[in-house]
């Protein structure tokens, strides 16, 4: 809400409740309507996957949508208990998945440790917003794709589909 200007009051009554209102400024120039071109749905996926993101609805959201699509999927919210995960298998990988602002460990160091593990697995980051890596440099963080959150389920599949076949 900072980054774009906004403000959260909160109105709270003991006992009663609490009321969050999210004041967001407007957009200065009018928003025009796009229409959106129907995309098919990529192919099924297959393999596994390392999916960390410190919020579990988030994990376990994705961790659903994307077994309904073929993936195996070891979530966690806890970057340190991931790496742990993969340290001990990394060949069963065939991507990850994290996003890049968590506690005790960013996206970028996790994806620095995976690959001096592992350099050849495919390292997908998940970013709602970031001062740190863009389109325009997130290969030279030694990352292959980076996904703007909201992501769109077949967006995630088809760029986990394409790394994995590229490998």
Known sequence: ???????????????????????????????????????????TGGGNLLFIDDELTIVTTNRILLEKRGFKVAGFTDPV?????????????????????MPAMSGLELAKKVRQIRSDIPVIICTGFSDIINEENFRSFGIDAILYKPVQLNEMVRTISDLVQKK
Do not use: H
């Not at 906004?6 to 009663?16: C, R, T, Y």
């Not at 208990?81 to 996003?99: H, I």
């Open 1 to 43: 809400v900072s980054s774009y200007n906004g403000l959260i009051n909160v109105e709270s009554v003991p006992n009663n409740g609490t009321i969050f209102t999210i004041l967001l400024p407007t957009e200065k120039k009018a928003a025009t309507l796009q229409e959106i071109p129907k995309q098919e749905d990529p192919k």
């Open 81 to 101: 208990s991931a790496l742990e995960r993969f340290s001990e298998n990394p060949q069963v990988f065939e991507a990850v998945l994290t996003d890049m602002t």
